[in-house]
């Protein structure tokens, strides 16, 4: 069969015609790896996290639609439709720079403080101070008119001192904490104020003699009413202490009279028992405590026939016909 010279089948094509598989593979991958590359750029763009202790704002436009506080993976339109605005919850502290301000009483003070605060209304916060650095540029002004209505209406003395002028320290610090919470409320700043305290608190140059006086009156009084406490008690001890001894003397008295009495009582009987079982010894006893009683710290000699001796030996030497004292009271029973 003859064939015309220009017709070709489909098996006389050239090595080159039989690629078009590989290449409709190439593109197909490409067409892949574009659609994964547009997936994860929409996902970027769409996708956000909320951290804990943070809580997200979405704003469509401008306008806020939506507070998330659970943290975690969440979605929004791509911007520009929708934007993220993060807020930390968390406590902030303030610490403004030294300020000086004047007491009641004219005193010069520098004086150092701090603010402790955190959010507490995520879409007032956003919408009035936008963020930390809008809300301490703010809040500062704040603490400081607030700081200088309350010292200008305190004395010095209310502020130095002993334990209980420190708080009146405190109370400062309490009526500053509530001015500035009070303005920030009444501004809609959506924070609120946890603690306002005073870092440091010194003096100028010129006032330190006045608070040197100051201070010496202050310790003064107290010494005083130390020692005025003191002398009371001195006193109320001494006569409760001259009552009892006037008691214990008192009670020691009658019971020495009471001794006494009975003592001499039961001499009267004793000496009365001795008279009478025995009256001429019971007469020599006396005599000779009479003797040593009249020559008591003295020596004296007398001869055997003074009348003296023969008074004192009258009882030895009984006179002619008186029957002398037995020497054997005790004798024998059968004599």
Known sequence: MNR?????SPWDHPRGDRTGGPRRGAARATLLW???????????ATAFTVRTGEVAIVARFGDMRRVIEEPGLHF???????????VDMRRHLLDPEPAEFL??????LEIDSFVAWRVADPKLFYASLRGKEGAEARVAPVVRNAMTKVINGTALDDMIGTEER???????TRAVKDLVAAECTENGYGIEIELVGIERLTFSADNMPAIERSMKAEREGVAWNITAKANELAKTTELAGAMQAADITSQAKADAELIRAKGE??????EAEARALDPDFYSFVKHIE???????????ILSASDPLLQTLLSPLNPAPGS????QDPGGDKNK
Do not use: C
Request: proline residues 7%.
């Open 166 to 172: 420190e708080r009146d320290l405190a109370a400062v």
């Open 4 to 8: 015309p010279k220009n017709h070709r």
């Open 34 to 44: 574009l659609a994964a590359a547009a997936a994860i750029a929409v996902l970027y």
């Open 76 to 86: 929004r339109w791509p911007a520009p439709v929708d934007s993220v605005y993060s």
């Open 323 to 326: 029957k002398a004292p037995s």
């Open 290 to 300: 009479m003797a040593e009683k009249a020559f008591e710290g003295g020596l004296l």
């Open 103 to 108: 007491t009641k009483n004219s005193d010069n």
């Open 265 to 270: 009582a039961e001499a009267v009987i004793i």
